[in-house]
């Protein structure tokens, strides 16, 4: 006899991960993972935002714990996963949030911002998830990462809108990482898969908005952008037992905007 549904979405005892999960997207991921029963270890760079974040997932009755970290320095991985597994003594599900970017033309771009926003959108993801599978996943039997894309991973260039060769290209790196660590750890009972937001209201979009934001609603389908729980539902899906069967894919979340 198969679970009753409700048990299925239930995180009661996991532990969860968040990276970059002190605002925006990887807040309304922890949100989403706390209202269902897991403890929250959040990673951040900044002090003041993560203890803000922390007070804010107390308030809502989630229990999370804030955690320090400057991911784009190679050897911080380990450390802070060491850190998190010597506290909780298990971690069972990854949300890989941390991103930048940068803009500019292609044939001005800086070769020292390639690198950075490479560093910490590709190469510092990676580390962080292996880091997680070797000393959780691995051993537990069991585990589940979330890595954060985007749209722009899957799609070409807007002609009205600044340069982003920076983000497109490292997002789609992260697709691809996806559907190759999820074929390779399939057989290990992790599943990998990952999540493809449109344009959401958040610091990071402010400016875009600010300059685009009309027009893009109006390309929109649905007529909106993404808001404080238009994740929510996705992440939860992908991170309990209800999406158990599902691994190595791409859920786009964009109101349809991918899709004209």
């Not at 850190?83 to 971690?91: P, S």
Request: aromatic fraction near 6%; proline fraction near 3%; hydrophobic fraction near 45%.
């Amino acid at each position: 006899m198969s679970a009753p549904l409700a048990s299925l979405f239930d995180l009661t005892g996991r532990v969860g991960l968040v990276c970059g999960g002190s605002r925006g997207l990887g807040l309304q991921a922890a949100e989403a993972l706390g209202e269902y029963g897991a403890v929250i270890a959040l990673i951040a760079r900044k002090e003041a935002e993560l203890n803000d974040a922390v007070a804010h997932l107390a308030a809502l009755g989630i229990s999370a714990y804030p955690f320090i970290a400057d991911l784009s320095s190679c050897d911080a991985a380990d450390g802070i996963v060491k850190r998190i597994m010597a506290q909780f003594g298990r971690i069972d599900v990854l949300v890989n949030n941390a991103g930048a970017t940068l803009g500019a033309p292609a044939e001005e771009y800086p070769h020292g911002g390639w690198n950075k926003v490479f560093n910490l959108n590709v190469t510092s993801l990676f580390m962080l998830t292996k880091a997680v599978a070797r000393e959780a996943f691995l051993p537990q039997g069991k585990g589940a990462v979330i890595n954060v894309a985007s749209i722009g991973g899957q799609l070409g260039h807007h002609l009205w809108r600044g340069g982003t060769i920076d983000y497109n290209t490292a997002k789609g790196a992260i697709i691809n990482m996806t559907r190759a660590l999820g074929a390779e750890w399939g057989p290990k009972n992790i599943r990998v898969n990952a999540l493809a937001p449109g344009l959401f209201v958040s610091r990071m979009t402010a400016l875009t908005l600010i300059e685009h934001g009309a027009r893009l609603i109006e390309q929109t389908p649905l007529g909106k952008l993404g808001n404080e729980s238009d994740l929510k539902g996705s992440v939860l899906l992908l991170a309990s037992d209800a999406g158990g069967h599902i691994t190595g894919q791409v859920l786009v979340i964009d109101g349809g905007t991918s899709i004209i």
